[in-house]
């Protein structure tokens, strides 16, 4: 069941191969405290016969040059986790960072214009040298080998690429309480989330961002050893609108009931969305992969080929494995992505599929195409990783909307029904190529020196925005961001 993540602990053989991780190198002959702290250990060990604790400083510190934009980076983060377990039930995890950066030049116009760090949450000034803190919080709870319970602020992903047309781990973490059903082959996951609108003007009665709520279903079987299929279903509303406050329907916490017919029921005022995930291991090194999402869809639209703009879908088709041309430790992903205009969006951000001002699928939201590739090796505690991306989307001129931008409602899109197309607007090719050289100093809390490059191209009619970023730094994170946008 590699499509769920985070993997959980009940999950004994998925948890087996990723524990092995954080055991690379180890050398239990050093005795030096100072040594096996700096290169084998956590900074803090209580290990008893009923409970665990481990806790670890992280930092994540970072200089670099955004060359075409004469512009010098840096990333000065301080952070610590803490996790652990008692007895063989409870586990929990928390982790939290200060934060101090400037950004290259492209990523500085996105915090400007969206008001938040990428991933993470808005910038506290606004000023050159950007200011913000982070933090995640999880608490996990297993009562038997058929239920698993967590409860926390942190990000979920559903799917085995790179990308995600589901859900993915793009956005801000959020508060989320999350329900994992174990029956043979089959696993069930239930998670109800609330988000958060930064862009959508707040009442005088509501604290903070308006927000919104999620409800997801997600059904994921392994037919064999072979094959997996799963099915995913998701649920966006509103908390408030200028009525009032709707707040948490409870009409959406029936663990098994379709979504779709809750919302009909309700009189369709809500955001619903469906999807498909599969997997199939060709041979033991290689495994295909592909989802499907729906929006929205009118089959007798579709097959007239008129391009009705509320035929809404994504698709994702992929292949990775291990062990290439026989190399050992030489990995591989292939991806291609694609969602028509207007996908994720609707008539307002308080009922988009998206979450603090970005996607909660992929980072490019919708009306694009795009192919990606990561290839990396290891040996030893050495690692060499590079990607590489091209897509083709179409952005918005001044005062139009043709379908990129999800936080934009689909009721301002430029075009009428029809004739809507993807790369429809300002047609813009991207190209991204990222190399990483590190090594390893400390699995427990992965800490790695790394020396790193990246390449970014977004040209159209209208600009030709070039940034080449090199960046050397140390780091220490268990975060997953995405730049590559």
């Known amino acids: 069941h590699s499509s769920i993540k985070p993997y959980c602990i009940s999950d004994s053989l998925l948890y087996r191969s990723v524990d092995s991780i954080f055991n690379i190198g180890l050398d239990t002959s050093r005795k030096s405290w100072i040594v096996r702290k700096l290169f084998n250990e956590h900074l803090i060990e209580i290990k008893q016969k009923d409970f665990n604790v481990y806790i670890d400083f992280l930092p994540d510190l970072q200089i670099g040059r955004d060359i075409e934009h004469n512009r010098t980076t840096l990333l000065n983060t301080r952070g610590f986790q803490l996790q652990g377990n008692i007895g063989r039930k409870l586990s929990f995890y928390t982790s939290t960072y200060e934060n101090q950066g400037i950004f290259p030049n492209y990523l500085d116009v996105f915090i400007k214009k969206y008001r938040i760090i990428p991933g993470e949450v808005n910038n506290r000034y606004d000023r050159n040298k950007k200011d913000w803190d982070w933090s995640s919080a999880i608490i996990n709870y297993t009562p038997n080998k058929y239920f698993y319970f967590t409860f926390g602020q942190d990000k979920n992903f559903i799917g085995d690429g790179y990308r995600s047309m589901l859900l993915s781990d793009l956005a801000a973490n959020y508060p989320f309480f999350k329900v994992l059903t174990t029956l043979g082959n089959v696993k069930y996951v239930n998670i109800w989330a609330q988000f958060q609108d930064p862009s959508a003007p707040q009442f005088s009665y509501d604290n903070g961002f308006r927000k919104k709520w999620g409800a997801f279903h997600y059904l994921d079987w392994n037919v064999n050893k072979r094959l997996s299929v799963g099915f995913f279903e998701a649920i966006i509303w509103q908390d408030a609108d200028e009525k009032g406050k709707r707040g948490f329907d409870a009409s959406y916490l029936n663990p098994i009931i379709f979504y779709r017919s809750v919302e009909g029921y309700n009189g369709s005022p809500d955001n619903a969305l469906m999807g498909f995930n599969g997997k199939y291991k060709f041979v033991r090194n290689i495994t295909v992969y592909t989802q499907f999402l729906l929006d929205e869809f009118r089959a007798k639209e579709f097959f007239k080929n008129t391009g009705y703009w509320a035929n809404k879908y994504g698709i994702q088709l992929g292949i990775r494995g291990f062990d290439a041309f026989k190399i050992k430790n030489l990995n591989f992903l292939a991806e291609f992505n694609m969602a028509r205009p207007y996908t994720y969006s609707q008539r307002s951000s308080l009922l988009n599929y998206g979450h603090y001002n970005q996607p909660l699928a992929h980072p490019f939201g919708a009306n694009f195409r795009e192919i990606l590739s990561i290839w990396n090796y290891s040996f030893t505690r050495w690692s060499l990783q590079v990607q590489g991306n091209y897509a083709k989307y179409g952005l918005d001129p001044t005062g139009n909307n043709y379908g990129k931008d999800i936080l934009k409602s689909y009721e ?51 600009l030709n925005d070039k940034t080449t970023w090199i960046t050397f730094g140390l780091r220490s994170s268990f975060r997953n961001f995405y730049h590559d946008f």
């Open 412 to 462: 301002t899109r430029t075009k009428g029904n029809y004739g809507h197309y993807i790369t429809q607007g300002l047609k813009t090719d991207f190209m991204y190529l990222d190399g990483r050289l590190s090594f390893l100093i400390n699995p427990k809390n992965n800490l790695n020196i790394e020396l790193g490059g990246a390449y970014r191209n977004e040209k159209n009619a209208l």
